[in-house]
């Protein structure tokens, strides 16, 4: 059973640079197309991106400007970095795993999240 | 404010079914497959339904989801109190090139 564990700073300073962490427990990180999401606090969820071993990559273009992801396969790990944040990036932050049934892309196995503070 | 629209908030009594619609528009429902999801909040949001009507293995019959046009919707059978969560719509939205959701529903089991 494929298991994914977000870790994070839970802090950050606004203007700094965010990095989030996803661990991919039970199975192979070389597949499937790795996505972030997040939720602000009384918000609904928002898609932040995703990315394939391959190099494909769809960033939500609202974020586009200030988001990588990238994917670690040495540790099966994939990431997310956001730029400049302010206080509109505090939110949890859920990683998941993705795929696509014909040209449809969906979410089957997501982490449990971790919460991220942007504060001085 | 969320591009698919949800009612905030819905219940039931045990065993009776229940359904939760989600309205979108021609750029995401109608053009595209709707995916709900169950959520309890500090747990890891669990896929019940993709592409419209499809149950991943595991999830009970008791789950069914179903698509008209620009609305979809998520019906449950014999509601038991393990039931009570939050539930998401997703879908892909053509005009803003990303996967947006509904702002969720909250299921109280009575």
């Known amino acids: 059973q494929v298991q994914l564990q977000e870790s994070g700073p839970g802090l950050v300073k606004p203007s700094e640079t965010l990095s989030l962490t996803c661990s991919v427990f039970?199975?192979?990180?070389?597949?499937?197309?790795w996505s972030w999401i997040r939720q602000a606090p009384g918000k609904g969820l928002e898609w932040i991106g995703y990315?394939?071993?391959?190099?494909?990559?769809n960033y939500n273009p609202s974020l586009k400007s200030r988001v990588t992801i990238l994917v670690d396969t040495s540790k099966n790990q994939f990431s997310l970095k956001v730029t400049s944040v302010t206080a509109a990036d505090t939110a949890v932050y859920y990683c998941?795993?993705?795929?696509?049934?014909?040209?449809?892309?969906?979410?089957?196995?997501w982490g449990t999240g971790t919460t991220i503070t942007v504060s001085s | 404010q969320s591009v698919l629209t949800q009612p905030p908030s819905t219940s039931g009594l045990p065993g009776q079914r229940v359904n939760l619609s989600c309205s979108g528009s021609s750029s995401n429902i109608e053009s595209n497959t709707v995916h709900w999801y169950q959520h309890l909040p500090g747990t890891a949001p669990k896929l019940l339904i993709y592409?419209?009507?499809q149950r991943p293995s595991g999830v009970p019959d008791r789950f069914s989801g179903s698509k008209s046009g620009t609305s979809a919707s998520l019906a449950i059978s014999g509601l038991q109190s393990e039931d009570e969560a939050d539930y998401y719509c997703?879908?892909?939205?053509?005009?803003?090139?990303?996967?947006?959701f509904g702002g969720g529903t909250k299921l109280t089991v009575l």
């Open positions: 039970g199975g192979s990180i070389s597949t499937y197309y």
């Open positions: 997703a879908a892909w939205d053509d005009s803003l090139n990303a996967v947006i």
């Open positions: 998941a795993r993705g795929r696509f049934k014909e040209y449809h892309y969906y979410m089957d196995i």
């Open positions: 990315f394939h071993n391959s190099g494909s990559t």
């Open positions: 592409t419209n009507n």
